[in-house]
């Protein structure tokens, strides 16, 4: 079964910068969106930004103008670049595909733990 890989977890200080590949391990058919979700301790799941096949773009509002999401259409990779990052943007970071040409299945990476900690 396919899943999608991370890469990049680290310990950074506040204001650092940091960036998160995503890159499926087996080809993932009719995907419509990739993006990235983040969960902090004690708290929900939430979308940190995606990006659809047609390159429509969509952020959290706490992310916008710090954030961004490249793709490299030939690596097939799906990144996520942050900068001045903040403490309370501690959390495990995912990586998501949404696919389907009528029912939706996700995929999912595994997860990778970002600290910002001075």
């Known amino acids: 079964q396919a899943q999608l890989v991370e890469s990049g977890r680290g310990l950074v200080h506040p204001a650092a910068s940091l960036i998160l590949p995503c890159a499926p391990s087996?080809?993932?058919?009719?995907?419509?969106?990739r993006g990235w979700y983040r969960q902090a301790p004690g708290k929900e799941r939430e979308l940190v930004a995606s990006i659809s096949t047609g390159g429509r773009l969509n952020y959290a509002d706490s992310v916008k103008v710090r954030f961004t999401i490249p793709r490299d259409n030939a690596k097939n990779t799906v990144s996520l670049q942050m900068n001045s990052l903040k403490p309370e943007e501690t959390a495990v970071y995912y990586c998501?595909?949404?696919?389907?040409?009528?029912?939706?299945?996700?995929?999912w990476g595994q997860g990778t733990q970002v600290t910002v900690s001075s």
């Open positions: 998501n595909a949404a696919a389907g040409l009528g029912i939706v299945v996700n995929y």
């Open positions: 087996l080809s993932i058919f009719s995907i419509f969106e």
